[in-house]
């Protein structure tokens, strides 16, 4: 960003009649290790930032943004107090995500640390090629949306979440959403999108073009989650994976993840890299440690727990620390589990092992396995778990034929695996993490259960059929 775009902004930020692409520009120069490289002269004082060591303002060195390093800046630039707060009230706002994700982002960042070394490997791609694919793989629960969400927060890029089981997982979604927001960050000219944006990837390929001669020497980041909840049926057999390009022109950089043993269709002319969390074993139990003792730390509740076991902190955190197989979901639900007061009767050595341990371990403390079966509450569980999109308690009760008492248990009982939502006034419900419906679908425990996957989509199939007669008969 050159010396006139710079105060240019600023200028414009001060009477309110600055862009998103603007501000976007700005926060990216101010904020990004590999693009803040100003260096100015305004009037008797120099600003220097380099490579997002040090920040040097006349003669005074700053380590990061903060709050007094803004106020230096913006007092070098105008040195009018209206134009300093306007600028700083801007700067405070949220990077620019698209708020189809930002709750889940929300969520996703909610007690994240660490993963330093994912950054710091991003960063050192995207320094060394001129454009690419950058893909971070690993297992279910390891945090590969966590990673992607606080990605997208701290840089402002351009976010899309694949949900197979709560939201958008097609490629006609993915191509809107990127398509929208690209338009809308780089003020491209186009008052709504093609008929043909949504077919193939054709327009994307061409939209990124255009954007490419817009970005003015920045970054163009794309992040996109989950490629392995993509509905294959959504794009063409020969077609890359949500119709990603082929050819990316200079600048433009995808960031990706997907589970480890999924392999997805993309060929690409583009430099492409993988990383992989397995390989990052100690990395990753570090940050594990650092998670448990922070939740510790945080929760009166929770220390009390660990006090009344006669462990220490440290002791507590080294044994969960090895049963966890350094997998944060493990540690989302069994955290929640000890700080509510469930398995005092065990101890920290009989916790269950990583986290589809977790799962069966949960399922039989929930009477999933007694005899008599608890048919309904099975019923019901496999319902949750194979629903498309999020559904209403009264949902659930149609499509299991179980009465409000009986779901409404079911939804007390297992609430922690679930997502909840309020949409029109309406609770909706949906399995929080895929790793969960995996363990549905394990054969030894479908085996015992008497269902099968087949059966359960046609209780859900059976009762929309009945709805749609219902519907048509009244017309």
């Given at each position: 960003?050159?010396?006139?775009?710079?105060?240019?902004?600023?200028?414009?930020?001060?009477?309110?009649?600055?862009?998103?692409?603007?501000?976007?520009?700005?926060?990216?120069?101010?904020?990004?290790?590999?693009?803040?490289?100003?260096?100015?002269?305004?009037?008797?004082?120099?600003?220097?930032?380099?490579?997002?060591?040090?920040?040097?303002?006349?003669?005074?060195?700053?380590?990061?943004?903060?709050?007094?390093?803004?106020?230096?800046?913006?007092q070098l630039v105008?040195?009018?107090?209206?134009?300093?707060?306007?600028?700083?009230?801007?700067?405070?706002?949220?990077?620019?995500?698209?708020?189809?994700?930002?709750?889940?982002?929300?969520?996703?960042?909610?007690?994240?640390?660490?993963?330093?070394?994912?950054?710091?490997?991003?960063?050192?791609?995207?320094?060394?090629?001129?454009?690419?694919?950058?893909?971070?793989?690993?297992?279910?629960?390891?945090?590969?949306?966590?990673?992607?969400?606080?990605?997208?927060?701290?840089?402002?890029?351009?976010?899309?979440?694949?949900?197979?089981?709560?939201?958008?997982?097609?490629?006609?979604?993915?191509?809107?959403?990127?398509?929208?927001?690209?338009?809308?960050?780089?003020?491209?000219?186009?008052?709504?999108?093609?008929?043909?944006?949504?077919?193939?990837?054709?327009?994307?390929?061409?939209?990124?073009?255009?954007?490419?001669?817009?970005?003015?020497?920045?970054?163009?980041?794309?992040?996109?989650?989950?490629?392995?909840?993509?509905?294959?049926?959504?794009?063409?057999?020969?077609?890359?994976?949500?119709?990603?390009?082929?050819?990316?022109?200079?600048?433009?950089?995808?960031?990706?993840?997907?589970?480890?043993?999924?392999?997805?269709?993309?060929?690409?002319?583009?430099?492409?890299?993988?990383?992989?969390?397995?390989?990052?074993?100690?990395?990753?139990?570090?940050?594990?440690?650092?998670?448990?003792?922070?939740?510790?730390?945080?929760?009166?509740?929770?220390?009390?727990?660990?006090?009344?076991?006669?462990?220490?902190?440290?002791?507590?955190?080294?044994?969960?620390?090895?049963?966890?197989?350094?997998?944060?979901?493990?540690?989302?639900?069994?955290?929640?589990?000890?700080?509510?007061?469930?398995?005092?009767?065990?101890?920290?050595?009989?916790?269950?092992?990583?986290?589809?341990?977790?799962?069966?371990?949960?399922?039989?403390?929930?009477?999933?396995?007694?005899?008599?079966?608890?048919?309904?509450?099975?019923?019901?569980?496999?319902?949750?778990?194979?629903?498309?999109?999020?559904?209403?308690?009264?949902?659930?009760?149609?499509?299991?034929?179980?009465?409000?008492?009986?779901?409404?248990?079911?939804?007390?009982?297992?609430?922690?695996?679930?997502?909840?939502?309020?949409?029109?006034?309406?609770?909706?419900?949906?399995?929080?993490?895929?790793?969960?419906?995996?363990?549905?679908h394990r054969k030894?425990?479908?085996?015992?259960?008497?269902?099968?996957?087949?059966?359960?989509?046609?209780?859900i199939a059976k009762?929309?059929?009945?709805?749609?007669?219902?519907?048509?008969?009244?017309?």
């Amino acid at each position: 960003m050159t010396d006139d775009e710079f105060k240019q902004i600023v200028d414009k930020i001060a009477q309110g009649q600055h862009t998103e692409a603007e501000l976007f520009q700005l926060r990216q120069a101010l904020s990004s290790a590999d693009n803040c490289q100003l260096s100015l002269q305004l009037g008797k004082f120099n600003i220097n930032i380099g490579d997002g060591k040090e920040i040097h303002i006349g003669d005074r060195i700053y380590q990061e943004w903060d709050e007094d390093a803004v106020k230096a800046l913006i007092q070098l630039v105008e040195g009018n107090k209206q134009t300093i707060e306007a600028l700083l009230k801007a700067l405070k706002q949220p990077s620019y995500i698209s708020s189809q994700f930002q709750s889940l982002i929300n969520d996703k960042t909610q007690d994240f640390v660490g993963r330093e070394y994912v950054f710091d490997a991003i960063n050192v791609f995207i320094t060394n090629n001129s454009k690419g694919y950058f893909t971070i793989i690993g297992d279910p629960g390891q945090g590969k949306s966590a990673i992607l969400a606080k990605y997208i927060n701290d840089t402002g890029c351009i976010a899309h979440f694949n949900q197979l089981l709560q939201g958008p997982n097609r490629a006609d979604q993915f191509l809107e959403s990127v398509c929208s927001q690209l338009i809308e960050r780089y003020q491209i000219p186009y008052d709504s999108l093609p008929v043909n944006a949504k077919q193939d990837g054709e327009f994307l390929g061409q939209l990124l073009d255009e954007v490419a001669q817009q970005r003015k020497g920045m970054k163009v980041i794309i992040a996109v989650d989950a490629l392995d909840e993509v509905d294959a049926n959504s794009y063409r057999d020969a077609a890359n994976i949500l119709y990603l390009p082929a050819h990316l022109p200079d600048g433009v950089y995808f960031i990706l993840t997907r589970r480890r043993d999924v392999e997805v269709p993309l060929t690409s002319f583009a430099p492409m890299q993988t990383l992989n969390l397995l390989d990052y074993q100690t990395d990753s139990k570090r940050d594990v440690g650092t998670y448990i003792a922070n939740r510790v730390g945080r929760s009166e509740n929770l220390r009390q727990r660990v006090d009344v076991r006669g462990e220490t902190v440290t002791e507590f955190t080294n044994k969960i620390v090895k049963k966890s197989e350094n997998n944060f979901m493990y540690l989302r639900y069994i955290l929640i589990d000890i700080e509510s007061g469930l398995y005092q009767d065990i101890t920290l050595e009989q916790f269950p092992q990583g986290l589809q341990g977790y799962y069966d371990f949960h399922w039989r403390r929930m009477g999933m396995t007694t005899n008599p079966l608890p048919d309904a509450k099975i019923k019901i569980v496999y319902i949750l778990g194979e629903v498309k999109q999020p559904v209403s308690r009264q949902q659930i009760c149609d499509f299991s034929g179980e009465d409000t008492r009986t779901v409404q248990t079911v939804l007390n009982e297992w609430e922690q695996f679930l997502h909840e939502l309020l949409k029109d006034n309406s609770r909706r419900y949906s399995v929080y993490h895929a790793s969960f419906r995996d363990f549905l679908h394990r054969k030894d425990i479908l085996e015992k259960t008497g269902l099968t996957i087949p059966g359960v989509h046609q209780l859900i199939a059976k009762d929309q059929l009945n709805k749609w007669k219902n519907r048509h008969r009244h017309e």
